[in-house]
């Protein structure tokens, strides 16, 4: 089977900096995947390399088996990545609907399904449709960044810190939804620091220490002892 994403010997960083260092990971549809690691371990910019946000000084991406090494950011969404960025950076002025629609490339038909499915996938924006975005709470804010990506239709979603800021019961539902995506077939890699939030909806956990990864393996047997060397050190 073919990775939906696959990642060889990938470097990256910003000004000379190596924040990424011979990266090498696959995912594959419908899997979601905890990164995990302290500050600086290069999670963010892991996510930024992938989507082209970042460019890579060594290494090969592809995405759906196609290879999207050096292709611009706008190429690389049409092969099917969605990102949540940090901080969720939704539009303000715009309401929760309009917000939906503008990320859509779909017809009247094709958008409303899909504006639908947000809505049963996060009820507590539907009775909000009409609200400016900047009136919700920071988890409706995020809740409506994550479904703004899905508005694409992407088969991989990649969503970096979505419980910064939450409360946990907010940060659960996030959680909640993360799997479900995955239920519906779109591979998420979910770059977080609250390891126990995003392991409880993850099947795989992948840890990075400065750069590299340290350990790749199933979310519900993720050994303590490289949790803890991952975040404190060796």
């Known amino acids: 089977m073919t990775a939906l994403l696959r990642v060889e010997d990938l470097t990256a960083g910003y000004g000379g900096a190596v924040a990424v260092d011979g990266l090498s990971l696959a995912l594959e549809a419908g899997e979601a995947v905890a990164l995990l690691g302290a500050n600086g371990a290069g999670k963010s910019t892991l996510l930024k390399a992938v989507l082209g946000l970042v460019p890579a000084s060594r290494g090969r991406i592809w995405i759906g088996g196609e290879e999207a090494t050096g292709l611009a950011v706008e190429r690389r969404v049409r092969l099917g990545l969605g990102y949540v960025p ?19 490339p779909l017809g009247r038909a094709g958008r409303a399904a899909d504006l639908d499915a947000v809505f049963a996938l996060f009820p507590a924006l539907e009775g909000k449709a009409a609200e400016r975005a900047w009136r919700l709470s920071g988890g409706q804010q995020q809740m409506l960044a ?29 959680f909640a939804a993360v799997k479900a ?54």
């Not at 940090?86 to 859509?104: H, I, K, Q, T, W």
Request: hydrophobic fraction near 45%.
């Open 181 to 234: 995506i995955a239920g519906t077939g779109t591979a998420v890699l979910v770059a977080e620091q609250s390891a126990a939030r995003a392991l409880g909806a993850a099947r795989r956990a992948v840890l990075l220490r400065l750069g590299r990864v340290v350990h790749d393996g199933p979310a519900d047997r993720l050994p303590d002892d490289a949790l803890r060397d991952a975040f404190l050190g060796g």
């Open 146 to 174: 994550v479904g703004r990506a899905l508005m694409g239709r992407p088969r991989l979603l990649l969503l970096d810190e979505p419980s910064l800021g939450l409360s946990p019961k907010l940060a659960g539902e996030v």
């Open 86 to 104: 940090e901080g969720r950076r939704v539009f303000p002025g715009m309401s929760v609907r309009d917000n939906l629609e503008v990320a859509s």
